[in-house]
């Protein structure tokens, strides 16, 4: 396994490169993106990592400074999950003092988290895209936790016409059903053993709509009940939209998602679940 820091160093290969983009913290959830990585990547191909906590996705006042930052674990990981290149590059590296271009997906970026964090999804589109430069991935791999993340990675690549190819890897979770995210280790005990009711309430979300049960307030009234069964949790939003256009709807339709973002004290945990 090689690792580069700077973007010039990084070479160029005729194999089949597939990119699993991170911030590092690497926990389950990226095994199974570096797993499905491998996969697309076939015996002949090559899987990247980039490890890079991105500066311009985070809100000023947010946890840029305090997010993990494990260095030699993350090595480590990506060593025994057969990982060929790691791109670990500094914030210098990645933004001139001077930066002052930056990419913008503007209408699934105004829903969901995009209304609770402004300028988050403009950040996350701009580091993508220098990846994107830098890596010449065939394929990337984004996780389905982060829906409206990969829904918005998606309609970049289509819309400036990235020749890669964006796979959706399904998400992994905890024994009791918490999606893995780097953020869980902020958690306190007692927060930990309460966040399990995010995953409870999708999944009370889900059985009503295959009940037959269609009306958006019928189904979110139940699933917020059950986040109420956690008092620690402080619900950020909690909505059911089309999967495609990530806008609310008012009733169930073939392709529906609810979506859910939940604070902890300051930690604030995301996922989401498709309905029958
Ligand atoms: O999902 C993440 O970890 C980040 O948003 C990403 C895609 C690596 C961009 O910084």
Do not use: W
């Amino acid at each position: 396994m090689e690792i580069f820091r700077t973007v010039s160093s990084v070479p160029a290969t005729a194999k089949r490169r597939v990119l699993v983009p991170t911030m590092g913290a690497l926990h389950r959830g990226h095994g199974e993106l570096i797993r499905i990585a491998r996969e697309a990547a076939g015996s002949d191909g090559e899987v990247a990592v980039s490890i890079f906590v991105n500066p311009l996705q985070f809100a000023p006042g947010g946890d840029f400074e305090k997010y993990p930052r494990p260095e030699t674990d993350d090595e480590e990981f990506c060593r025994s999950a057969d990982v060929d290149l790691i791109f670990r590059p500094s914030p210098e590296e990645m933004y001139a003092s001077d930066f002052s271009v930056s990419v913008e997906e503007t209408s699934l970026s105004n829903t969901l988290c995009g209304k609770s964090r402004p300028g988050h999804f403009r950040g996350v589109c701009t580091v993508v895209a220098k990846l994107f430069h830098i890596l010449t991935p065939d394929a990337a791999v984004f996780g389905e936790k982060d829906f409206q993340q990969l829904a918005i990675i998606r309609r970049m690549v289509r819309d400036v016409n990235f020749p890669i190819e964006i796979i959706g890897a399904p998400t992994v979770r905890e024994a009791d059903g918490l999606a893995c995210s780097s953020r869980n280790q902020y958690l306190s005990q007692t927060e930990r053993q309460q966040a399990p009711a995010l995953r409870a309430a999708l999944l009370e979300a889900q059985r009503l709509a295959a009940q037959g049960e269609r009306a958006a307030p019928i189904i979110l009234d139940a699933a917020r009940k059950v986040i109420a069964t956690a008092p620690l949790a402080r619900i950020d939003y909690l909505e059911l939209v089309n999967a495609e256009t990530l806008q609310p709807i008012e009733s169930v339709q073939p392709n529906s998602l609810v979506a859910l973002a939940v604070f902890f004290g300051q930690t604030r945990l995301i996922d989401n679940i498709r309905l029958p």
